[in-house]
Structures are given as C-alpha cells and as structure tokens.
C-alpha cells in the first residue's frame, strides 16, 4: 500500500519583498511529497528530470522516505524552469520565466513496484497527463485527490472536465471554483462542482483558510494568521501533501476525517511560507507539527454554552 | 444594569441584484439594538430622528424591548437617509445619496434613566460623538465596544484616535485595520492597534468571517458560506449588537466569551443578509437562533486524534 504523488519537480526562482533566491528546487511533487511524508512513509513520486537536477536534492527526497524510482532522469535535456515576482500583498505574482524543457513531452511511466498505490495525488499538470496516470493504475486507488488551475480551464475545459469525473476530492482555489462553475456564491459553485463527479470539493482562499464541501455538509478551516509570510511558493501544494498524507496514515475516508486532514494540511502550509522554497519543510520536527496543530485548535475551537 | 446603543436611527434605499426598496428602516443603532435583544432585555439607545420617522418603527424596536427615551425626534427636520446599490459581487457597493439631516447637528442626551449604562456599543459616528457619550455617562461603563469606519481615518484621525484610546473594544473592517495601522499583515496591525488602547480588536472580514486578537491570542470565527446574499446592508451593525447583546447576557468578560460571542454576532448577521434591511432580524425566533448557532459549531468545530 503506498501513497502517489504526481506532479512536477523543478527549479524556480523566487523574488519576495523579504529577498530573491537563485534556481531553488521546487515543484508541485516535491512540496506534496515532502509535506506528506511527515504523516505516512510510504510516498513514491512520479514526474520527470533534466539531467542539470542535482543528485543531492533526490537524495534528500529519498532521506524524507519519498520514494523516486518513478522520477525519470532525461539526459541531455533541462528541468522545468519557474521565475517569478511576488507584489507587496502576496497575493498576486509576476510570472517572469517559464521554461517547459523536459516538462513539454512528460509521459508518466508507472513503475510496477507502485502498482500497490492506494492513495494518488495528481499535483497540477495538464488534465490528459492526470487522467494517464489513473489510466495507468491497474487497480484503481481508494482515494484520488486533484489539483489543478485556471490555465487548463481557458485553454482544455474538456479534459478537465473528463479528468474532475474520475476522482474523489478537487482541491482548487476560490477563483478557480468560480470559473469552473461560473458561479460567484461559493456554496452554488460547490453544488455545480459535485454534480461534475467529486464526492469532495476542497475550496483554498488563501490567508482566509479552505472550505471544505460534500454531499450538502461544509467545514470552514482557519488560516494561520501570521506577520510575514516570506514565500508563498508551494503552499497549496503543501496543504494537499499533508491532506492526502494524514488520511493515508488514518486510512479511513469520511467527512471527520477529511476535516482533520485539512487542519494537518494547514498547518504543514503555515510552515511553507515562512522560508524560501522547500527549507521549511525539510528541517521540520515532529514536535513542531503537532504544536503547530494545537494553534489551530486554540485558533479556531470554541465551547458555547447556552 | 444596561446595555446602551449609540448610532444612527434612519431610512435606506437600497438596490441589490435582487432587487430594490423604496424607503426603508436602517441605522446602526437599529440593527445593533435589534441585534442585542436576542440575548439581552435591557438594551436602549440613544439617537435621532425627523418627525418623518413612523410612530410605528419606533413600537417596533420596544416591542423588542428596546428603550427608546434616548430616540430624539426633531421637529420639522428630516431624518438621516442613505441610498445604495450593490455591485454584483456584493462586496462593493455605490454611495447613491447621503442626507445628512437631523445628523449635522446631533447632540447625544443620555436621559437619566440610562446611567445605569453597563454595556456601551458605540456605532459608526463622528468620533466626536462617540468621545461625548462615553464622558456623559457618569460611571465608566464595563465594556465599550467601538465599530468606525475609514472615512473618519481620512478627515478626522487625531479625533478618532483620542476615541480609540478609550474603548475596551474596537470592531472594523480588514481594510479599515489596514489603513489605520499602516501594517498590510493583519497579524502586525493587530499588534499597532493595541498599542493605541484597546484590550481586544476585532477584524471582520465579510464573507471571510472575522478575527479577534487580545493580548498576544488569537480567534478565527468562520462566516456562514450563503448561497444567496439578498443585502448586505447592517450585517456588521448586527454582529456588533448580538457580540455586545451575548457579553451583557453572560456578564462575564474574557477571551473565552468573547470567542463565542462573535460566534453569536456572526449568526445573526447570517440572518441580516437573508432579506432587504431589518427584515429577518425582526422576525427570528429563538429556535432559529439556536439551529443557526449550531451551524456554526459543526462549521468550524473539529477533533484532531493524534
């Protein structure tokens, strides 16, 4: 039984208002896999390399039980390359250089030995290669969580749509849910979202928590408040590897369960931000988690008494 | 003992994408004294009209067992009026007509009856005003609670920092805490704004739901995720009033009862939206009240198992 991340794994550089980073390792599959491996060990990605990745951060996946056979390595060719510029609020970025390179012809190979997954996280990527890598699976897995963006809705809302039919929980931020749908109330865009197959809807806002809605039920988590938040990069990626991570440590899928899960995601994301790129996220301990996990209980419980 | 509400008394006209009123009921002290009879029979307030305000719309508020000596009722002048029309989206609205009438020259006469006043809501006004009811008032209440608005930062700071300063509680909106403190993160505006006076500040972010911090702790209170906001006019006059009209009824002032306080602010100001100006507020039952806070609760409440 394992736990499967998809998605990218990369280069990007990063300028903040708090400073500028050179080529840091990035991706979606990195920030997922990192984030779940706090809660589960048996996490496997699949994405693809160029030969300029270095060894060392492989190694470093590998040292957080993240399993790589499934990470390809094209020779002579370069990595995906992300640039960009947060403004002064971030919540709104520039991007400055996108570079596909070995991203532009990415076939998802499944080695045999992941055959066993039984929790998959598709990060974003285009729609038909998600929709693959279900395809690829002999058996299909007990929970399948998708992430993906307002770029595949301008330009492949078909496949989108035919990838959303096939899995359980979408995960998407308030905007997106809105252009899915074409609903401005998020309560009627996540009726219009469930009549399009997913069980869940996971709505991201940001600095205002995540909505979580199924089968007529919501759950509202908090966001952190916090001073800085020095770079953004990866967050919801975090949020959806430390999601999928806790339910596959639980094993159990329902709504409590789901709520929880979101509270870990959150708070895995909480952590994120606070440095560049993936620093945070590789040096922490698991003591820290689980006191970040009570500032969201003393954040956000409360006892009425009538 | 007394829970004493100053603000406006006055008419709207009010367009929304669901349609249009003609002149109706509205003002901050309206809502907020309407809002605080749920919870508290002992609430009065003080404020001004024209002798065009219907005898009935004052039967009205006692007959929610609001004291109204402190309502004075000019003679041959007119009350305050504003005209609205909501933008699509809800959030933003435009300023049709403001007449300022019987307001230009308000003077607030606490009647005599009213010293009693152990629970001060101070609504949107000059803060001149605010500043003389407090003075007024020959014991120092319990609890002052402040709502204000940006325009007062932009022509009256040096006022309305004089004001703040003597408030226990200080409501405004997630933009308003951002211009007066100059600090984009609310967690640092938080910080700023305590140090100008106020034990406890309250953030309302609209559909965001709301923040409290006090003394280096925070609380993030969700907001109910509507399908359909009919107006959204006197949503935050009502938290106010049932946030100050649930503290009056639980006496007791600490950051536990403020938590579920804003719990039960939020829940009527759900309500406020749900139909054109008062509407709703005078026509809820206290079952509702009671089903709309346990929505709040399975909302918001989870259970972490580690």
Same mark, same amino acid.
């Given at each position: 039984?394992?736990?499967?991340?998809?998605?990218?794994?990369?280069?990007?550089?990063?300028?903040?208002?708090?400073?500028?980073?050179?080529?840091?390792?990035?991706?979606?599959?990195?920030?997922?896999?990192?984030?779940?491996?706090?809660?589960?060990?048996?996490?496997?990605?699949?994405?693809?390399?160029?030969?300029?990745?270095?060894?060392?951060?492989?190694?470093?996946?590998?040292?957080?039980?993240?399993?790589?056979?499934?990470?390809?390595?094209?020779?002579?060719?370069?990595?995906?390359?992300?640039?960009?510029?947060?403004?002064?609020?971030?919540?709104?970025?520039?991007?400055?250089?996108?570079?596909?390179?070995?991203?532009?012809?990415?076939?998802?190979?499944?080695?045999?030995?992941?055959?066993?997954?039984?929790?998959?996280?598709?990060?974003?990527?285009?729609?038909?290669?998600?929709?693959?890598?279900?395809?690829?699976?002999?058996?299909?897995?007990?929970?399948?969580?998708?992430?993906?963006?307002?770029?595949?809705?301008?330009? /492949? @809302?078909?496949?989108?749509?035919?990838? !959303? =039919?096939?899995?359980?929980?979408? *995960?998407?931020?308030? $905007? +997106?849910?809105?252009?899915?749908?074409?609903?401005?109330?998020?309560?009627?865009?996540?009726?219009?979202?469930? /009549? @399009?197959?997913?069980?869940?809807?996971? !709505? =991201?806002?940001?600095?205002?928590? *995540?909505?979580?809605? $199924? +089968?007529?039920?919501?759950?509202?988590?908090?966001?952190?408040?916090?001073?800085?938040?020095?770079?953004?990069?990866?967050?919801?990626?975090?949020?959806?590897?430390?999601?999928?991570?806790?339910?596959?440590?639980?094993?159990?899928?329902?709504?409590?369960?789901?709520?929880?899960?979101?509270?870990?995601?959150?708070?895995?994301?909480?952590?994120?931000?606070?440095?560049?790129?993936?620093?945070?996220?590789?040096?922490?301990?698991?003591?820290?988690?689980?006191?970040?996990?009570?500032?969201?209980?003393?954040?956000?419980?409360?006892?009425?008494?009538?």
């Amino acid at each position: 039984m394992s736990l499967l991340v998809i998605g990218t794994v990369a280069f990007d550089a990063i300028e903040t208002p708090f400073g500028k980073t050179d080529k840091i390792v990035g991706g979606a599959a990195t920030y997922a896999s990192l984030a779940a491996s706090y809660f589960y060990d048996k996490v496997k990605i699949v994405a693809v390399v160029g030969d300029d990745f270095p060894e060392s951060e492989i190694k470093n996946l590998n040292n957080h039980n993240v399993d790589t056979e499934g990470l390809q390595i094209k020779q002579g060719e370069k990595s995906f390359f992300w640039a960009g510029k947060y403004h002064n609020d971030m919540n709104s970025r520039d991007t400055l250089v996108t570079e596909l390179n070995v991203l532009a012809d990415f076939d998802p190979i499944i080695p045999e030995s992941y055959q066993d997954c039984e929790y998959l996280m598709l990060g974003n990527l285009t729609p038909q290669i998600q929709q693959t890598v279900i395809k690829r699976l002999k058996n299909r897995p007990k929970l399948i969580v998708m992430d993906t963006m307002n770029f595949w809705m301008d330009i /492949a @809302m078909d496949d989108l749509l035919e990838t !959303i =039919k096939m899995v359980d929980v979408l *995960a998407i931020n308030d $905007s +997106e849910a809105r252009q899915l749908s074409g609903e401005y109330s998020l309560v009627k865009a996540a009726r219009k979202i469930a /009549a @399009m197959g997913p069980k869940y809807l996971i !709505i =991201k806002k940001g600095e205002h928590g *995540a909505l979580l809605f $199924s +089968e007529g039920k919501i759950f509202s988590a908090p966001a952190l408040p916090l001073a800085d938040v020095f770079d953004p990069t990866g967050a919801g990626d975090t949020f959806a590897g430390g999601f999928i991570g806790y339910l596959a440590k639980v094993g159990t899928i329902n709504f409590n369960n789901m709520k929880n899960a979101i509270i870990y995601g959150s708070a895995l994301a909480s952590f994120c931000v606070e440095k560049f790129g993936t620093e945070r996220l590789t040096s922490l301990t698991p003591a820290e988690v689980s006191a970040r996990i009570q500032e969201f209980v003393s954040l956000s419980q409360f006892a009425i008494i009538e």
